[in-house]
C-alpha cells in the first residue's frame, strides 16, 4: 500500500508520471489522441462529410457513464474498506485473546510463548491464504491455526492450567478469528461480475469512439486534447476501481496485510512475553 501524507499535495503532483494508473494508460491515451486525430483529419481534410453528432449526445452518453462509473468506484471501494474494517477486527481480537491470556497464565509460565506463537502466526498464514490462486487445493492453514489453538485451550483447562471459566471467555474470541477468515474469504471468493465489469469498459470505448464525431465541427482539432483527457478520466476510474476491488493482492494498492501482520505479532509477543 502507498503511504502519503495527503497535506503534502505538491508531492503527490510530483508523483504523478509514476503512478500505476499513468503509466497502465499512458500508450492507450495516446491511441485515443491517435484515434481522434485521424477521425478529424478525415473530416476537416479528406471527406468533409459532416457526422450528424453534437456535443449534445457527449451529454446524455456523459451522465449515464458517470452513473455507471460512480457505482463501480463505490462498489470496488465498499470491498476495499471491508477488507481493511476485516483486518482492524482482526488485530482487536488477537489482542483481546492476549490480554485475556496474560491476565490468566502465570507470570513464569512457558505457555506464553506458546500462546504468543500461535496469535503472531495467524495474521500471517491468513495473509498468505488470500494470495493462493482460488483454486481450493493445498492446506487451509488458518483453520490448521486455529484449530491448534483451540486445542491448546482445551488442554490446559483440562490440566488447570487454566480456569474453568476461561472457556466462557475464550472461546468467542477464536471464533471471532474464524469469522474474519470466513468474511475475507467472502471478498476474496467473489469477484465483481464480469458482465458488469466488462460492459463499463465497452461503455467507457464506445464513449471514446463517439466524442470524436460530435466535436469535430465545434473544435476542430482540439478534439484531440479533449478525447486524450477523456479516455484518461473515464478509463482511469476504471482501471483504480478493478485494482483495489482485490485488497488482498499485493498491488500498490492493495492492503499492507505484512505489516499489519508484524504489527499483531509483535503485540502479542509484548504482552505475553514471547520471543
Request: hydrophobic fraction near 50%; glycine fraction near 6%; proline fraction near 6%.
Amino acid at each position: 500500500m502507498i503511504s502519503y501524507d495527503p497535506n503534502h499535495w505538491l508531492r503527490i503532483l510530483v508523483e504523478f508520471p509514476r503512478s500505476p494508473v499513468f503509466r497502465t494508460l499512458a500508450l492507450d491515451v495516446l491511441g485515443a489522441g491517435a484515434y481522434a486525430a485521424l477521425i478529424v483529419w478525415l473530416e476537416t481534410d479528406v471527406i468533409r462529410v459532416a457526422v450528424p453528432l453534437g456535443p449534445s449526445i457527449l451529454s446524455v452518453l456523459g451522465i449515464i457513464l458517470g452513473l455507471l462509473l460512480v457505482f463501480r468506484t463505490n462498489t470496488a471501494y465498499d470491498r476495499w474498506w471491508e477488507g481493511r474494517r476485516l483486518w482492524g477486527q482482526l488485530v482487536n481480537t488477537s489482542r483481546a485473546l492476549a490480554h485475556a491470556l496474560d491476565a490468566m497464565l502465570p507470570r513464569d509460565s512457558a505457555r506464553r510463548a506458546d500462546y504468543a506463537a500461535l496469535l503472531a502466526r495467524f495474521p500471517a498464514a491468513l495473509a498468505a491464504h488470500l494470495r493462493r490462486p482460488r483454486d481450493f487445493s493445498g492446506p487451509h492453514e488458518p483453520n490448521e491455526v486455529v484449530r491448534a489453538l483451540s486445542r491448546e485451550l482445551h488442554a490446559d483447562i483440562a490440566a488447570s492450567r487454566l480456569p474453568r471459566e476461561a472457556i466462557i471467555a475464550l472461546t468467542p474470541l477464536v471464533s471471532a478469528l474464524d469469522d474474519v477468515c470466513g468474511a475475507c474469504e467472502r471478498i476474496r471468493n467473489t469477484p465483481i461480475p464480469f458482465s458488469y465489469s466488462s460492459y463499463v469498459k465497452q461503455f467507457v470505448v464506445l464513449y471514446a469512439l463517439i466524442m470524436p464525431f460530435a466535436l469535430v465541427r465545434e473544435f476542430g482539432y482540439a478534439t484531440v486534447i479533449a478525447s486524450m483527457f477523456s479516455f484518461f478520466a473515464t478509463m482511469g476510474l476504471e482501471l483504480l476501481a478493478t485494482e483495489i476491488e482485490e485488497p488482498f493482492g499485493t498491488d500498490r494498492n492493495d492492503l499492507p496485510l505484512d505489516e499489519i501482520a508484524q504489527r499483531i505479532g509483535g503485540d502479542v509477543r509484548a504482552l505475553l512475553g514471547g520471543t
